[in-house]
């Protein structure tokens, strides 16, 4: 059974860094690409970015761009997600999400490319 479990959200004040991380079991990770996905209150659920089977492709919404980094470790089953300069517009629940593919280098964009999900963690950004 598939199992994607978040951690490492919390309440940070604007500014500071938080890294999430994406422990995933029952699968063979590194057949998955793997996503963060976040939503907000009252809003649909956005990308915010996501990273190849090997690690060498990367994606990421052009909100976060140059603020967050999406890495992963084979070796651990785990994906991270390194936020940093956070604003209070970052405040959402956020998930991962795990996309099987047989291309190395593919990365899913939207929330229909994955297949299973986690619970997600709330991150809140105070100001």
């Known amino acids: 059974q598939v199992a994607l479990v978040e951690s490492g959200g919390g309440l940070v004040q604007a500014g500071a860094s938080r890294r999430l991380s994406c422990a995933a079991s029952?699968?063979?990770?590194?057949?998955?690409?793997m996503g963060w996905f976040r939503q907000a209150p009252g809003k649909e659920r956005e990308f915010v970015a996501a990273?190849?089977?090997?690690?060498?492709?990367?994606n990421y919404a052009d909100f976060v761009k140059g603020r967050f980094t999406i890495s992963r470790n084979n070796g651990k089953n785990t994906v991270y997600l390194q936020m940093t300069s956070l604003i209070p517009e970052d405040t959402a629940v956020y998930y991962c999400?795990?996309?099987?593919?047989?291309?190395?280098?593919?990365?899913?964009?939207?929330?229909?490319?994955?297949?299973?999900w986690g619970q997600g963690t709330q991150v809140t950004v105070s100001s």
């Open positions: 999400a795990a996309a099987y593919s047989s291309l190395y280098q593919y990365t899913g964009l939207t929330s229909e490319d994955y297949g299973y």
């Open positions: 029952g699968l063979t990770f590194s057949s998955f690409a």
């Open positions: 990273i190849s089977r090997s690690g060498g492709t990367t």
